[in-house]
């Protein structure tokens, strides 16, 4: 069982920049055994993964139109995971969301993660 509970989100201006953490509670297995992805859904528009790190932090994936912006990061020490976002565009608008998927391989589709947290609201204002 893992609990997610994301913070960090808020209103900030295009081209500012936020930094979103999620905190992991873990139970039967540690935190550095789950892939952790950060997705987000805007209006009308399906839930999709920005980035995802792998157990050791060593690899990393990022949707296209984030690649260079945003930066995924954890601490499995600390069990959180962490995305820095720069250059924030409106279009950034979403409420993002951290998972943990339990593979050792990065996969990018939601229905592989198994444990959610929440959600943090992110508007970007033009």
């Known amino acids: 069982q893992v609990q997610l509970v994301e913070s960090g989100g808020g209103l900030v201006q295009a081209g500012g920049s936020l930094r979103l953490s999620c905190a992991a509670s873990?139970?039967?297995?540690?935190?550095?055994?789950?892939?952790m992805g950060w997705f987000r859904q805007g209006p009308g528009k399906e839930r999709e993964c920005v980035a995802a790190?792998?157990?050791?932090?060593?690899?990393?994936s990022y949707a296209d139109s984030v690649k260079g912006r945003f930066t995924i990061s954890r601490e499995n020490a600390k069990n959180t995971v962490y995305l820095r976002m720069n250059s924030l565009k409106p279009e950034d608008t979403a409420v993002y969301y951290c998972a943990a998927d339990s593979n050792f391989n990065i996969r990018l589709t939601p229905k592989y993660y198994g444990y959610w947290g929440q959600g943090t609201q992110v508007t970007v204002s033009s």
């Open positions: 790190i792998s157990w050791s932090g060593g690899s990393t």
């Open positions: 873990t139970s039967g297995r540690t935190f550095s055994t789950y892939v």
